[in-house]
């Protein structure tokens, strides 16, 4: 008798333990089936040669970026420079561009859903994605050969209407020294989703966003620039000589020794706390490409590394895609729409196959705060920068320039947004080794915005 219960007890258990093994297959079908079915190794997808042939990938105007031609042949854009300039967008033939939706969104391209598998993978379905390939075109050729990245989107809606990473190549035409050569190191790399970068002074928006809402006269006081200040045991050195300024002028000034004193009085846990409030240690999800976290050392720092913590130096790094969105969020009173690159999919019967909903941020800056820092920001823009070099556009920016050591010139940045109801556009500009922010940054971010706005660069 016992010996049955230990076997009845043993058959229970191995029942049990199939249950929960079927429960763990089922859960990880549901979840990663897609991935399963659009592996590189499904000879039903993909040719000898590991190139996806199904799916075809247009651009928010429906101009095709990829498809696949009568011989199953994977082809682009016509254009060379467009297909550079869309590369980390669409993505390469042999998969090492990891945010391209040819390797990302396989299994969208390829039509799999839970009921049928892949089974009219053959045909595939269409891909619009957000990004319009003549703003790539004219941000990839503003670049000139630099390092960099430049996206633009609309931060009501989400869509990024611009993304290019440089240096790129021609995906029909891969280069003999990729990886060698020094001219596409990290060629590979999508700059604007997966890497972060020390900000420079744009990171003074945050600085700013801390001392308007804790330093309750800000806006009445003065501070006094020599060119530099020692605070603790180094100097705080500033770009030029400023003399007496307001809160207002030392920000379109960008003054290092106003914003140094500004972050030491405000302390470290404060400018962590606004940090982490902007969004910028955060990771965002870009229709399920997930972007890299920024990084900044407030802990157990000296006043004067808290000083250069708060210009954007010291272990400051920021993502451009969260620079951008916070960017977003001051233009549109504190919130912004949460960056997609995929508008809509279509089966081969033009019926959408999945929803691509808006979603948003939360509060990543205060609406008065907001309002107030769009007002010094476009002030930046009258009496620094230029309006004359952004025509007919309501623009607000700070630029930046981020100094990298090892002598390498500075990392140049650009980043702000437009006002109006028709134009409703954040955006960033970085060029690695560019010089001077508003200069270079300004220059590269200010022809794409005027072929947005105006049609014409």
Sequence with gaps: MRKIEKRAFVCLVLAGLLLLGMTFFVGEFLVKGG??????FNRHLYNNEGVLTSGTVLDRDGDTLSAVDENGN????????????????????????GTGVLNAFADKLTGYDLVNGAFSAHQGNTMYLTIDARYNFEAYQAL?????????????TGEILCMVSAPSYDPLNVPSDILDSDRYKGAYLNRFLSSTFTPGSVF????????????????TRTWNCEGSVKIGDDTIVCSGTHGEETFEQALANSCNVAFAEMAVELGADTLASYTDKAGLTDSYSVSG?????????FDGIT???????????FHDAVNPCALMVYMGAIGNGGSAAVPKLILKTRDNLGLPTSLNLTHHTGRLISAKTAEILSELMANNVTVTYGTDRFPNMDICAKSGTAEVGGGKKPNAWFAGFLRGDDTPYAFVAM??????????????????LSVIVNGYS
């Design 144 to 156: 000139n050969g630099h390092a960099g990245t430049v996206a633009v989107y609309n931060y009501k």
């Design 431 to 448: 060029v690695e080794n560019g010089g001077g922010g508003a200069s270079v940054a300004g220059t590269v971010a200010g022809k794409v």
């Design 35 to 40: 991935s399963w079915a659009s592996s590189a």
């Design 289 to 297: 490409l997930p972007t890299a976290k920024g990084t900044f050392d």
């Design 303 to 313: 006043d004067d590394q808290l000083g250069w913590a708060g210009v954007g130096q």
């Design 74 to 97: 994977r082809t682009y854009y016509q254009n060379a420079t467009v297909r550079k300039a869309t590369l980390h967008a669409v993505g390469d033939l042999q998969g090492n561009i």
């Design 204 to 219: 003074k928006t945050v600085t700013a966003a801390a001392a308007i809402e804790k330093l309750k006269d800000y806006d």
